[in-house]
């Protein structure tokens, strides 16, 4: 059971509850905990959480082995839920919780903590630099930072702030939101001024296990289109290992007679993920994870074969299979008789690597010829002069010919949430499943099935049937 279904009280007094775009759950309250505050970081530590709420990450955090934990909020009636939920299970000398604004509470403060929580805070003000410098100044151990993205964003390695004029601190009442200016720090921004304050980012982000529910925004995975085609989650975590090796700003390298320093080096915060290739290291792994990625993919090859055979009667049929990989549908076909078979493949790589080699041609563009049957399966929706390529196939389709295509087309949420557990169950993980998709960016381009029924229709193609669907992975056969 997860930690927070077990204390369910700490959701249900949650208003966040009613966000449409990121409710609170005991799942993602769960989620974020065990990714942010692992028992490890926190075991016979002091913690300090600054916007407190209801002192949910105080229950874990004592729960999980610290020592003490003290609570800062501004917000009176949260202050008040907190201590009284925290008292069902804890002593008044392992929690404290403070009614204090958190500015005035850090330029206050004498007392040291191990481990500082900064979760939703940051974005409320202006003052990122001096806000960081207070809290840098009172963690002996680490500081844990759970913030959102910025909405200007040009790079993932860009160190940017960015001045947003609506940011939204929701009202302890639940029904209202304190609106104003706030701040955003992209993740490089974030290390280079930790860095310079003394702490040292060891592991780029964090991110929780993603939320299994599919009727809530997941924030930490869930991609948020930003400007200049950057996509990026719609929050991130980071934590801060005290070093105590400070790095001065350029004014204070002037003022020491430091007039000539080396720029500290950036990690990679988001690795760069680049486009998808059918290259030699696809075409080594093809196989395997076409069978895990496709949906009824054995299916569809054989279900092709069935509605030939039914067709034609014959073997001596000319079939094309546009996309051939590395042959396994023309396996299929030569297994059962067929023997005027080729295939067509604009990958060098998995031509290379195909089990028929010999009888594939290496294009870009739709062979000319005569063919009885057309298969293309899984392959239109790479080429990106999709309605040109279907009058070519219909061109060269003898009267009476069969054209079968299988295609990824538009998701919508369910499909889409549906599909991507599909890959979990075949033994995929969510980030292999979320870095294929950032590569497949620009490279496949899912159109709804509308387009393609109203396109063959214009073409000629006539007697448009979808056969089998999963996941809106459509194949639909015609004829000529």
Partial sequence: MLFFQQYSEFVEKDNRQQRPHTPVTAETLTRKHEAMAPMQLITGKTVLDLGSCLGASGHWVLSNGATKYTGVEFQKDYVESSRTLLSKHWSKDQFQIIHADLEKFLAETIEKYDVVLVCGIIYGFLNTHGMLKSISNIANYCV????????????????????????????????????????????????????????????????????????????????????????????????????????????????????????????????????????????????????THIPDYQKVIDLSIEIIENKFKRTDISIIDVGSALGHTLDCLKNKGFNTIKGVEASPAMIEKSKHKELVIHSRSFPAGKYDVVLVHWTLHFIKEREKYLRDIYDNLEDGGLFILTDKMSQDT???????????????????????????????????????????????????????????????????
């Fill in 144 to 291: 844990i930072v759970d913030t959102s993205y910025p909405t200007e964003l040009t790079h993932h390695r860009s160190s940017v702030i960015d001045i947003v004029n609506t940011q939204h601190m929701i009202k302890s009442d639940g029904e209202s939101s304190y609106l104003g200016l706030g701040a955003r720090p992209s993740p490089a921004a974030l290390h280079r001024l930790m860095q310079n304050l003394g702490f040292e980012n060891k592991e780029n982000l964090i991110f929780p296990k993603r939320v299994t529910d599919p009727a809530v925004h997941d924030t930490y995975h869930d991609l948020v289109d930003r400007v200049h085609g950057v996509k990026t989650p719609a929050r991130y975590i980071m934590r801060f290992f005290k070093t105590g090796e400070k790095s001065n700003s350029a004014i204070e390298n002037l003022i020491a007679n430091k007039n000539v320093v080396s720029m500290p080096g950036l990690p990679s915060m988001v690795k760069d993920i680049p486009q998808w290739e059918f290259d030699g290291e696809v075409a080594n792994r093809f196989q395997r994870e076409a069978e």
């Fill in 414 to 480: 369910v499909s889409k949430d549906l599909y991507y557990r599909w890959k979990v169950s075949n033994g995929v993980s969510w980030e292999v499943i979320k870095e294929k998709e950032q590569k497949l960016v620009d490279i496949l381009d899912a159109l709804p099935i509308g387009w393609y029924l109203d396109t063959m229709s214009k073409i000629g193609f006539k007697n448009i049937n979808l056969v089998n669907s999963r996941f809106n992975f459509n194949t639909l056969i015609s004829s000529k």
